[in-house]
T-cell receptor, first 111, second 113 residues
Framework: NAGVTQTPKFRVLKTGQSMTLLCAQD?????MYWYRQDPGMGLRLIHY???????AKGEVPDGYNVSRLKKQNFLLGLESAAPSQTSVYFC??????????FGQGTRLTVV | EDQVTQSPEALRLQEGESSSLNCSYT??????LFWYRQDPGKGPEFLFT???AGEEKEKERLKATLTKKESFLHITAPKPEDSATYLC??????????????FGKGTLLTVNP
């Protein structure tokens, strides 16, 4: 039982490049979330999904896009990376108002 | 707007020295309050959920309590392996169909041997 798996774990991008972060969960959860974690800022919600085919904006959505084509996968895209997007990204999933399970994180550096 | 404030930002204890971490919250109706532990380079790991004032949950050396305005995470006789960042999060009772958590910034706990 893998839980929540994030790919890749580390990535370095040049300013203006694009990339996609993949989150996969094997718990059949309806709800999935993308957070970013920065020193002194805590975890901030970027986008979330309440089910297959749905997405919604969170607290800090600018510069990011997401897709949930399959229930088990939630993709986070950066179309034109900026140094301000250097962060650690966490994916999470849950089933209703129950505990959320987190992935191990993706450390992204934009130079 | 939902707000979660954790204090202190950092806490250094000697092994065996008991203490408490605080999580103050402002939310328009609380559906649940969550405590997570996060080790360096890892994702947050679930510890407890509290749903109503007066509720308490325990796990090994940790006990979480909840009032209408704050939650405490009590650490009794801590060991070095309890060193981690402890995160508090609230789930508001917004009546909507999403279950977004609002997190505090965390308390970095260091337990020295």
């Amino acid at each position: 039982n893998a839980g929540v798996t994030q790919t890749p774990k580390f990535r370095v991008l040049k300013t203006g490049q694009s990339m996609t972060l993949l989150c996969a969960q094997d718990m059949n959860h309806e709800y999935m979330y993308w957070y970013r974690q920065d020193p002194g800022m805590g975890l901030r919600l970027i986008h979330y999904s309440v089910g297959e085919g749905t997405t919604a904006k969170g607290e800090v959505p600018d510069g990011y896009n997401v897709s949930r084509l399959k229930k088990q996968n939630f993709l986070l895209g950066l179309e034109s990376a900026a140094p301000s997007q250097t962060s650690v990204y966490f994916c999470a999933s849950n089933q209703g108002p129950l505990k959320a399970f987190f992935g191990q994180g993706t450390r992204l550096t934009v130079v | 707007e939902d707000q979660v404030t954790q204090s202190p930002e950092a806490l250094r204890l000697q092994e065996g020295e008991s203490s408490s971490l605080n999580c103050s919250y402002t939310v328009s109706g609380l559906r649940g309050l969550f405590w997570y532990r996060q080790d360096p380079g890892k994702g947050p790991e679930f510890l407890f959920t509290l749903y109503s004032a007066g509720e308490e949950k325990e796990k090994e050396r940790l006990k979480a309590t909840l009032t209408k305005k704050e939650s405490f995470l009590h650490i009794t006789a801590p060991k070095p392996e309890d060193s981690a960042t402890y995160l508090c999060a609230v789930l508001p009772n917004s009546g909507g169909s999403n279950y977004k958590l609002t997190f505090g910034k965390g308390t970095l706990l260091t337990v020295n041997p």
